[in-house]
């Protein structure tokens, strides 16, 4: 680290680690101290799951879980092998295990992928469900990109789809109404490609369970979980495995 960036840490207190279980909105990156007015460079640290803390001037990203360092081999637990990119941890030094991401199965049947979240022990938390594009458009564009499910046990199924098709009909129709009213002539664009998911800008899924939203992600860079039952384990899951 530069002498700047030692003096600039030196000169604020340590981010301390916050407790993953009750997060709302959460990032995965390693960036500890992000640029504000009063901090002219970023400071990093050790990539993780983090929550924004403090004020606007002097925001920080406090880690609830650290993701595993990518140099070792994979952990192994209970007969399974927890990869060190889909493996996240309690402590930086990875003493800790929360949780892990098995490798996907592909179920040839339906076209989906599924990927088991399972916790330190080995026991099965939920499952991450990528569902292949359907036929299930209420317009004659172009087709849907795919959505995601989440399987948690004793809970509601939690279906992800882009925030221009979530909901009921009566819901989609509006937003295209609006966006119409609005004179915004590429609505028909955006809708194809679900609601702008252009290169640039990351699509913004909607997670619903019983019509209601539980969960909201931007790409998998930023999210939101709105629904205290829902594990925040699969959260993070889903923002390991990305929207891809």
């Not at 880690?63 to 192994?76: E, I, K, L, N, T």
């Not at 088991?116 to 080995?122: F, K, P, S, T, Y």
């Not at 939101?224 to 923002?239: E, P």
């Amino acid at each position: 680290m530069a002498l700047g960036r030692r003096q600039q840490a030196a000169a604020e207190p340590p981010v301390e680690p916050v407790d993953w279980a009750g997060v709302q909105t959460f990032v995965v990156s390693a960036v500890e101290r992000p640029v504000t007015v009063r901090r002219k460079r970023a400071v990093s640290g050790k990539r993780a799951v983090r929550v924004a803390r403090g004020s606007k001037d002097l925001r920080v990203w406090a880690p609830c879980a650290f993701v595993g360092s990518s140099s070792g081999p994979g952990r192994q637990v209970a007969g399974l092998t927890a990869r060190p990119g889909h493996t996240l941890y309690e402590d930086p030094d990875e003493r800790r295990l929360l949780c892990f991401v098995e490798p996907p199965v592909d179920v040839e049947a339906d076209g989906e992928r599924r990927f088991a979240v399972r916790d330190g022990r080995g026991q099965l938390v939920g499952t991450l469900v990528r569902v292949p594009p359907g036929r299930r458009s209420f317009t004659p564009f172009t087709p849907f990109k795919h959505t995601w499910r989440i399987e948690q046990p004793g809970r509601p199924e939690v279906v992800g789809r882009n925030e221009w098709v979530s909901g009921d009909a009566k819901d989609i129709a509006g937003r295209v109404a609006g966006k119409l009213l609005g004179g915004v002539l590429n609505a028909v664009t955006d809708l194809g490609a679900e609601g702008g998911d252009q290169s640039s800008k990351p699509r913004t899924l909607e997670w619903r369970a019983e019509n209601k939203v539980v969960m909201v992600s931007e790409g998998s860079e930023k999210v939101t979980v709105r629904a205290g039952w829902v594990d925040r384990r699969l959260a993070f899951a889903f923002a390991l495995v990305g929207d891809r």
